[in-house]
């Protein structure tokens, strides 16, 4: 399955940006999508996941009330919205899927698939 991110840029504080997730594969909709981010020098962490019915999410507690993931099966494609952003949203994010993820968990090794990256830059 390949992803593709996009949506990234350089953004000042309190300003907003929608990356998104694409991908061609139909199977999009069977499959538990996540964001993660590498900010610069640091491991990747987790940001948020969504089941792939898009009911149940999941928020890392840094950016709940910030960021909002959603997708849209019909077009093979996931969303994450990121308002009132921060220096230290600065990161490399990626968006990876997987099959069941047992609580829409935070652990990268859950997700089988991942996109190759976007980077987000917010200056202060």
């Known amino acids: 399955v390949q992803m593709v991110e996009s949506g990234g840029g350089v953004v000042q504080a309190g300003d907003s940006l929608r990356l998104a997730c694409a991908t061609s594969?139909?199977?999009?909709?069977?499959?538990?999508m996540a964001w993660f981010r590498q900010p610069p020098g640091k491991e990747r962490e987790f940001v948020a996941a969504?089941?792939?019915?898009?009911?149940?999410?999941n928020y890392a507690d840094s950016v709940k009330g910030r960021f909002a993931i959603s997708r849209d099966n019909a077009k093979n494609t996931g969303y994450l919205q990121m308002n009132s952003l921060k220096p230290e949203d600065t990161a490399a994010y990626y968006c990876?899927?997987?099959?069941?993820?047992?609580?829409?968990?935070?652990?990268?090794?859950?997700?089988?698939?991942w996109g190759q990256g976007t980077q987000v830059t917010v200056s202060s």
């Open positions: 990876a899927v997987g099959s069941r993820v047992v609580g829409l968990g935070n652990r990268p090794t859950q997700y089988a698939y």
């Open positions: 594969e139909r199977t999009f909709s069977s499959y538990d």
């Open positions: 969504i089941d792939w019915s898009g009911v149940t999410t």
